[in-house]
């Protein structure tokens, strides 16, 4: 089984993962729903690119 030669330094470690980050999600304005979506989703009244295509969800 292959083993390090050396440890990782932190210096190291943190340079490998300064390319880990979290970002955040796209948000668009609906006109037609005036509500706030992400891209390429459906919204939650069920509109996509400003036309109906599904029924909303209902909260049961």
Do not use: C, Q, W
Request: glycine letters at 4%.
């Amino acid at each position: 089984m292959a083993v390090p030669a050396r440890r990782t330094s932190k210096a190291k470690k943190n340079k490998r993962r300064t390319h880990y980050k979290v970002t955040a999600p796209s948000v668009n304005f609906d006109e037609a729903t005036g509500d706030y979506s992400r891209s390429h989703r459906v919204s939650l009244k069920g509109y996509y690119k400003g036309r109906k295509i599904a029924k909303a969800a209902s909260a049961e």
